[in-house]
């Protein structure tokens, strides 16, 4: 049982370039979330799902686009990638908005 | 708005106890979390506190006081892979996570 996945784990691309990354859970989880987390900031929502086919914004949603036709996957693509986006890139699950959530191994993203 | 505030580093003795604090300002606030993070690797779970008070699990406890928008983790018996970052996060409909607090365990 693999539980939450991400990948690639790590990715360069350049400036420009549209880039997306997978995460997948197997727990059948309702709510799914985005986070990035950079030094100095620590984790930022950047989209969550409380259900297939309900997103909605967190703190960070600019220059990020997401979907969820599965309740198993939540993709998170970045349209036109910027320096700016280089970061550590975190999913997470959860049954609630209000329980713990379980974090995937992250994918480390290097923007060129 | 939304604010959360911890130390960003501590030290601490290996055998010793350490408390992490936590400051949080929240709309609608319903818990908070603490959560730990070795380095390069996933944020997991270690406390929810809900209910003014103190839980205990084990080494570790957290501590919230609702009123004073105040928690505390404490770590007893300091181990040398307690050496992470500890992550405070409040609740109110998004979790609102904090920076940070990286506690380094010297022997």
């Known amino acids: 049982d693999a539980g939450i996945t991400q990948s690639p784990r790590y990715k360069i691309t350049e400036t420009g370039r549209q880039v997306t990354l997978m995460c997948h859970q197997t727990?059948?989880?309702?709510?799914m979330f985005w986070y990035r987390q950079d030094l100095g900031h620590g984790l930022r929502l950047i989209y969550y799902?409380?259900?297939?086919?309900?997103?909605d914004k967190g703190e960070v949603p600019d220059g990020y686009v997401v979907s969820r036709s599965k309740t198993e996957n939540f993709p998170l693509t970045l349209e036109s990638a910027t320096r700016s986006q280089t970061s550590v890139y975190f999913c997470?699950?959860?049954?609630?908005?209000?329980?713990?959530?379980?974090f995937g191994p992250g994918t480390r993203l290097t923007v060129t | 708005g939304q604010n959360i505030d911890q130390p960003t580093e501590m030290t601490a003795t290996e055998g010793a106890i350490v408390q992490i604090n936590c400051t949080y300002q929240?709309?609608?606030?319903?818990?908070l979390f603490w959560y730990q993070q070795h380095a390069g690797e996933a944020p997991t779970f270690l406390s929810y506190?809900?209910?003014?008070g103190l839980e205990e699990k084990g080494r570790f406890s957290s501590f919230l006081s609702r009123s004073k928008g105040y928690s505390y983790l404490l770590l007893k018996e300091l181990q040398m892979k307690d050496s992470a970052s500890y992550l405070c996060?409040?609740?109110?409909?998004?979790?609102?996570f904090g920076q940070g607090t990286e506690l380094s365990v010297k022997p």
């Open positions: 727990w059948s989880h309702s709510y």
């Open positions: 997470a699950s959860s049954t609630s908005g209000v329980v713990e959530q379980y």
């Open positions: 506190n809900v209910l003014d």
């Open positions: 929240t709309s609608g606030f319903n818990g």
């Open positions: 996060a409040a609740t109110g409909g998004k979790l609102i």
């Open positions: 799902s409380a259900a297939a086919d309900i997103t």
